[in-house]
């Protein structure tokens, strides 16, 4: 089951950073004074009771005129309509109800999703409750008291988000396809690639960079085995502002993550491998999927007898994070090595899932140990009672030791390449958990 996703869609200045970090506990966002600074990371991880959700932040407004502020708070409105499962929209009860307000709850409302209206900057109830009634105005319902900045009466506010959520469906429950995402910068092929998976023009192809308007699920049959692929929710952005298109295909593809098994990162080969690509591969690496990079348009490459190994060190140099990913080169427009593509979904789902006796893993990490000593720091050593595996997808595994702190990343590293040594793992990262356990257990 994927998780829901909520957008906070409002005006610059509201706060919207703010509370962002407040509810992802640590500060992601740039927060500053000027409007329009968000600049860094626009999703979260947030917890409340026991609803877990994935936040993204809209962001992306800025403001030169009162007409370029309303027309960008639209595209953002039409960012969260797209994927969100619940918009909170954020207003300002020291700058009021603004025409803006107006003119996007309009659009909020006729989009049928679930809105939740939040008042931010009430630092006191009792002094600024008259002017939250205001905002009723808006006619989207109860107005809900906040201050971000205070923590002030964010309780109340998660408690109507979580009431929102869509009830689980058993349908996905039951649905045992493997589930596929496609993701990558704008204008790399992925709705090409579908298409030609799916032998029929499925998704809308234009070489106009993000003309893909909402997230589409397409079947596709192989070899008797059905898959579901899942293509980026898109958007068609009007102005190609560079930075705004990265910051949304970056919100297309945590949403599109969230609901995969593998996720399928393309990349142009004309192009080469970019930052933005890392941004973008980063999503899947942190969510712990089965990871395969596609690198298309590679009939459009002058070849030589180097440039295969070349193209897989650059691409291995800047994806340094994820040395485990499959690395595929493939052509959606002639079809070269499309059949190899579904092979591979087939073996990163499997080790995303594999799960190893605890026997045999304890003698491999012995084995480990007994080659490479275990660090130690002022005279005491490092010492590794045993290790086990607590989950799959990601293989996730508990190593309980003498003393955490003594438990340096690279030794950490050394264990996971001796497991990856024994039992492959291709295309899927490890977890790794280090618990401390004193030695007379």
Known sequence: MSKPVVAIVGRPNVGKSTLFNALAGERISIVKDTPGVTRDRIYADVSWLNYNFTMIDTGGIEPDTKDIILSQMREQAEIAIAT???????????????????????????????????VNKVDSFEKYMADVYEFYNLGIGDPFPISAASLLGLGNMLDEVVKHF?????????????????????????????????????VIVSNIAGTTRDAIDTDIKYNGKEYVFIDTAGLRRKNKIKEEIERYSIIRAVTAVERADVVIIVIDATEGVTEQDAKIA????????????????????????????????????????????????????????????????????????????????????????????????????????????????????????????????????????????????????????????????
């Open 166 to 202: 869509p009830a689980p469906n058993p349908e996905d429950e039951e649905d045992e396809r493997p589930k596929v995402a496609i993701i990558g910068k704008p204008n790399v092929g992925k709705s090409s690639l579908i298409n030609k998976l799916a032998k029929e023009d499925r």
């Open 282 to 441: 980063g999503i899947a690496h942190d969510r712990g999927k089965g990871i395969i990079i596609a690198v298309n348009k590679w009939d459009a490459i002058e070849k030589n007898d180097k440039t295969v190994k070349k193209y897989t060190e650059d691409v291995r140099d800047i994806l340094s994070f994820m040395p485990y990913a499959e690395i595929l080169f493939i052509s959606a427009m002639t079809g070269q090595r499309l059949g190899k593509l579904f092979e591979m979904i087939d073996v990163v789902m499997e080790n995303n899932s594999l799960r190893v006796a605890t026997g045999v893993l304890n003698e491999i990490v012995a084995e480990a140990v007994a080659m490479q000593q275990p660090p130690s720091d002022k005279g005491k050593r490092l010492r590794i009672y045993y290790v086990t595996q607590v989950s799959v997808k990601p293989p996730t595994f508990v190593i309980f030791v003498n003393d955490k702190e003594l438990m340096h990343f690279s030794y950490t590293r050394y264990l996971e390449n001796r497991i990856r040594d024994t039992f492959g793992f291709r295309g899927t990262s490890l977890k790794f958990i280090i618990r401390e356990r004193k030695e007379d257990k």
């Open 84 to 118: 969100a499962d619940v918009i909170v929209f954020l207003t300002d009860v020291r700058q009021g109800l603004q025409d803006s307000d107006s003119k996007v709850a309009d659009m909020l409302r006729r989009s049928g999703k679930p809105v939740v209206l939040v």
